[in-house]
């Protein structure tokens, strides 16, 4: 009989992520400090033209507990960030699907228009497709400014499949295709892990796909392919001590909080918030103000996301 302790993940430790201020052995936890606004995320809205199996932020066709934002808040925040002379270099869009908030060209726009890089995170499924002539426009007037990076969980189709749903991996190809055909800059993002082999195994199964189809992306390069570690806040990891920073040989100021906060708006707020990152839209805790200016602060490492995905797993959504 197989021992399931041993081939199980272990389940996290309830006693852990606890205390903003103290890890569950009571050493002092690691704490991020904010060193300028570089990069502004905005959550387009929670609602997706699919439903994934294993969605940290719980996409779907019926989840809209983060709302369509308007051009006209994010155009808020950006001069707000502009008063404060931020040093904000990019604006990253992710869901949800982007793509099915109608405001999203033209929050683009505004962002490029701006001089800023924009980045937007799509599964480039048919949501995409119907701005077609939207994105041409776009890519004519800003050209390299505007990157598309697709959510491509694996290089063979039942792998994708599995996760995304029948179907989505040909769906996503041909959007993928097309974005290169219009010469488009094109980002892929998989998941480290995800299947049988190591990252080795895995970029080089990418790069057979891109060749085969034509897709000018570096699978060689970690920014234009990124393989993100798997989230589970129900699997144990350990707690980010202030220690761990030597022992691990790693900076609080590479971590994407130190240079980064999300926008959402919940559903029934009279306007939106700013979050601590991408990967905390619902923990109160990592809820920073409703201006730029409020979320200048400190932002303790108090979730398991925060020492998987960001310290252990070397991951950062943005560039």
């Not at 048919?126 to 050209?143: H, I, V």
């Not at 010469?183 to 195994?201: L, S």
Request: proline fraction near 6%.
């Amino acid at each position: 009989m197989t021992n399931l302790s041993t081939t199980l993940p272990r389940r996290l430790d309830p006693a852990k992520f606890r205390d903003p201020a103290t890890t569950a052995k009571g050493e002092r936890r690691a704490v991020v400090a904010f060193g300028g606004l570089r990069t502004l995320w905005v959550n387009t809205g929670t609602l997706c033209n699919i439903t994934c199996r294993n969605c940290y932020i719980e996409s779907s066709p019926r989840n809209d507990a983060l709302v369509y934002i308007s051009a006209a808040e994010v155009a808020t925040a950006l001069d707000e960030a502009a008063a404060l002379a931020a040093p904000i270099e990019e604006v990253g869009f992710t869901g949800g699907e982007p793509f099915l908030n109608r405001d999203l060209p033209a929050m683009l726009r505004d962002a490029m228009g701006r001089g800023l890089r924009a980045l937007v995170l799509t599964n480039a499924m048919k949501p995409m497709t119907n701005y077609a002539q939207a994105l041409l426009a776009l890519r004519e007037d800003f050209g390299p400014l505007l990157t598309l990076r697709v959510s491509l969980d694996h290089f063979e189709p039942a792998l994708h499949d599995l996760e995304r749903g029948e179907g989505t991996f040909a769906k996503t190809l041909e959007g993928l295709g097309w974005l290169a055909e219009n010469g488009f800059q094109i980002h892929v993002a998989g998941r480290a892990g995800f299947g049988a082999g190591d990252e080795a195994a895995m970029r080089d199964g990418y790069a057979a796909l891109f060749a085969a189809h034509r897709i000018p992306v570096d699978a060689a390069d970690p920014v234009a392919l990124m393989l993100f570690p798997e989230m589970d806040a129900g699997i144990d990891v350990p707690e980010i001590t202030e220690a761990c920073w030597d022992i691990l040989r790693k900076s609080p100021d590479s971590m994407m909080c130190a240079s980064s906060r999300m926008l959402v708006k919940r559903r029934g707020a009279d306007r939106p918030a700013f979050v601590a990152c991408t990967l905390l839209p619902y923990d109160p805790g990592f809820e920073m103000g409703s201006t730029v200016a409020e979320a200048a602060r400190p932002v303790a490492l108090n979730h398991p996301h925060c020492a998987k995905f960001c310290v252990l797993g070397g991951a950062a959504c943005s560039r």
